[in-house]
């Protein structure tokens, strides 16, 4: 209270004299006012409070011994509650005695003169006094505002002392560790016993090193509080050095970082991790994947990346929803994880002891997987590990009560030979996967350096593409389908080919995607139309029979406005029926955008025009969905016809299918049949139509009239 009221005006010149000796008083009055200062006197307790309030003086004289009151409580007094710390008090005094002298300054004493007092000397001395009174009082006022700066910035403050071995710690210090008044002795061992054992040989170390190297130390490491919390610490510390030019003493400043960290995580996870899967992403991949890797590298070991693609995820999307979509990535992510457990760990000695170690896996986007294998066996080693993972992926999910099973492409790349930066060895790989997706899918495709120069030819093929149709560089080949119950050519899929200038024919399966990527696909789907509906006008013309063209409409067709008006058009110019041409469109196809295709399709089914359902299977749609569409036949697709003699839920699924198509009264073609048994098989289920190399390839078009003739003939010599 008295020093928040005090006038600590370093200007202060005034004196108090306290005393009762008449000719100290007078010579140390006239000798002080002739020094600049003004003297006040008091006696008695309350005159001394009074003077002390009113006067505020800068430092007080105390003339012992005292008649009214014992000097020495007097000096107590004052030091203990009349004064505020800072104003020095010089007792003048006739005893020269150690005793007094002591007693005098345990009792708050700044000095000490005794009598005779010398005149011109006692200036001199006040001034002192006061000039180390005002010093003293600066650096209180210094190392305040510091210790409110270092508690604002929740900065703490420690100094340890080498030679003595004791470590002082600022409040704000011992706040941020939660350590009540340390022991200064003890406190260097429990400070480091806090530090978290993860990382407390990197910071003794630290503070070592410093030390030996005088150098500062600038370090970020966690530390386990008492009660078990653990927070992240920011330090600095500088060394300074003992007379001999030899640390002495280091001084270091903590701050607690944990929410500044907590939110860089934070940061951290929303840019390098996927939010689904919790795995690491792409740019997480492309920044660290070559760092991780050398370790395995300078041992020797051999990088393997391994992109997976999931097979038709979009359909998984399409119909069963995002969160289903989502659940399923969860699942190929647990396994991946689980997985990689039983192949090795992530760390390089693991391929000493295991010979293989998994240092990475993530999700690359969609529904692309990265694993990242390295090995010290050959390339079939590797090969072999991809297969083991597909079939761990392939074992069915069970997402809404429906069990669905994952088939995965895969494509491998070595590291660092299929790429020697992160961004093309990825690269590389994934148009691996993207090629085993092209051949059929369910497959691992090892990257293959000859790619390169048919990788610059993909990328051409975008520009060449649009002069293909102008340059009459594209042909199409039919394929038959026989009507088993008929025993006759019912019809034909129209099927694309490039025949290329340098590269020859190049199948729809490479050329397709890329016209559906760049919208060219809208005028070669034109022209496909085109073409077949002229070529069974004029088979129609020639009197091959009454037959009907398949032919495959892509999703960007169907976007296109117009498209019924197309078809009618073509019907009507080249004077083909409606019901001799069919429009095969992919499961997949018709679950996007669900009414308007019902409507578009309606329009070309009043016409005439049938609705077949490509590639049946491969989605996740049921047939009693597809039945709002209006259909008239599906067509299962050909990796159910495969091996479906010795596949039993293959054939369990094909024979489902036909017996529910045939209660909506839809027509079955089974596409892909090559062998005898297969047909047998399929007959078996009554299948109505076959199509596939058993019967023919897809035939040029004199080579396909030819066909039918044969074929007929055949069968009519069968009949009769
Ligand atoms: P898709 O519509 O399912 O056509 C059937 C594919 O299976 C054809 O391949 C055909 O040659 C092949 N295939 C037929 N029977 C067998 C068999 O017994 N065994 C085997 N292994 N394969 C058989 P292609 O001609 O390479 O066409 C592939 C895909 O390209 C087509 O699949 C279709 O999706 C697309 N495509 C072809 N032409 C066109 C077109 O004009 N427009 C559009 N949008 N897509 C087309
Ligand atoms: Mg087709
Ligand atoms: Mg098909």
Not at 210 to 228: C, P, T, W, Y
Not at 242 to 264: F, H, N, S
Not at 275 to 291: F, H, I
Not at 457 to 485: C, M, N, W
Request: with cysteine; aromatic share 6%.
């Amino acid at each position: 209270m008295l020093s928040s009221r005090y006038d600590h005006s370093q200007s202060s010149r005034t004196l108090l004299l306290l005393g009762d000796d008449d000719a100290l008083r007078s010579t140390a009055c006239r000798a002080l006012e002739e020094a600049g200062f003004e003297v006040v006197e008091a006696q008695g307790l309350a005159m001394i409070r009074d003077r002390i309030r009113e006067c505020c003086p800068a430092a007080v004289l105390l003339d012992l011994p005292m008649r009214w009151t014992d000097g020495m409580d007097l000096c107590r007094n004052l030091r203990q509650s009349l004064l505020p710390k800072d104003v020095p008090i010089l007792v003048v005094s006739e005893q020269t005695d150690l005793e007094t002298i002591r007693s005098a300054y345990q009792a708050g004493a700044t000095d000490f003169v005794t009598k005779p007092i010398h005149p011109d000397l006692l200036g001199h001395r006040v001034e002192y006094l006061l000039r180390s009174a005002r010093a003293l009082s600066d650096l209180r006022t210094i190392q305040n505002r510091l210790a409110l700066a270092q508690r604002v910035a929740q900065l703490g403050y420690w100094e340890w002392d080498m030679k003595a071995n004791r470590l002082y710690m600022s409040e704000t210090c011992q706040r941020i560790l939660e350590m009540d008044n340390p022991d200064p002795e003890g406190a260097l061992h429990q400070f480091l016993g806090m530090v978290h054992p993860e990382d407390r040989r990197k910071v003794r170390r630290a503070l070592l090193a410093s030390i030996e190297r005088k150098q500062d130390f600038h370090m970020n490491h966690r530390v386990l509080l008492a009660k078990g919390a653990e927070k992240y610490l920011g330090h600095e510390a500088c060394v300074q050095l003992g007379e001999d030019g030899e640390p002495a003493r280091v001084m270091g400043l903590v701050q607690d970082t944990t929410e500044r960290w907590k939110a860089e995580a934070r940061v951290r996870q929303l840019a390098y991790y996927d939010s689904v899967t919790g795995l690491p992403n792409r740019a997480y991949v492309l920044e660290n994947l070559a760092q991780l890797l050398d370790p395995f590298l300078a041992l020797g070991a051999q990088p393997v990346l391994l992109c997976i693609g999931l097979d038709h995820f979009r359909r998984i999307n399409n119909t069963l929803g995002f969160q289903a979509g989502n659940r399923v990535l969860q699942i190929v992510a647990e396994r991946l994880k689980t997985a990689s457990a039983t192949l090795g760990h992530a760390h390089p000695q693991a391929i000493e002891e295991d010979g293989v170690a998994v240092p990475m896996i993530a999700r690359l986007g969609g529904d692309e997987f990265l694993l990242v294998f390295t090995h010290t066996g050959s390339l079939e080693a590797a090969k072999q590990t991809s297969k083991d993972l597909a079939r761990i992926l392939a074992e069915p999910v069970m997402i809404e009560g429906r069990e669905i099973s994952l088939t995965s492409s895969m494509g491998l790349g070595l590291y660092p030979q299929d790429g020697n930066d992160p961004e093309s060895a990825l690269g590389n790989t994934s148009a691996a996967m993207n090629l085993a997706k092209k051949r059929g899918r369910n497959m691992c495709q090892v990257f293959e350096r000859e790619w390169s120069q048919k990788a610059q030819f993909y990328l051409t093929i975008e520009s060449e593409l649009r002069h293909a149709i102008e340059q009459d560089q594209f042909i199409l080949h039919y394929q038959p389908k026989v009507h088993l119950g008929r025993n006759r050519v019912q019809g034909m899929e129209a099927l694309v080919r490039w025949v290329h200038p340098k590269l020859g024919t190049i199948s729809p399966v490479d050329f397709i995607p890329i016209a559906e990527q760049c919208g060219l696909i809208v005028p070669l789907g034109t022209w496909v139309l085109r073409t077949a509906l002229e070529q069974m006008a004029a088979w129609n013309a020639e009197g091959l029979g009454d037959l009907c063209v398949s032919v495959n409409v892509s999703g960007a067709q169907l976007q296109q406005p117009g498209l019924d008006s197309l078809v009618m058009e073509l019907l009507e110019s080249t004077g083909v029926p409606a019901h001799q041409l069919e429009l095969e469109l992919t499961e997949g196809l018709l679950m996007e955008d669900t009414d308007r295709s019902i409507a578009l399709l309606s329009r070309l089914t009043q016409q005439g025009v049938e609705i077949s359902v490509d590639d049946f299977g491969t989605g996740y749609s049921s047939l009693s969905y597809l039945a709002k569409f209006p259909l008239s036949t599906i067509k299962v697709d050909r990796s159910f016809v495969k091996g479906i003699t010795t596949n039993r839920g293959n054939a369990a699924i094909v024979s489902a299918t036909i017996a529910l198509a045939h209660s909506l009264r839809l027509q079955v073609v089974a596409e892909g049949v090559e062998e005898q048994p297969e047909l047998d098989f399929l007959r078996g289920l009554r299948c109505d139509t076959i199509q596939g190399y058993y019967y023919s390839k897809p035939l040029p078009a004199s080579e396909f009239a030819s066909f039918v003739r044969h074929f007929d003939g055949h069968s009519r010599l069968r009949a009769a």
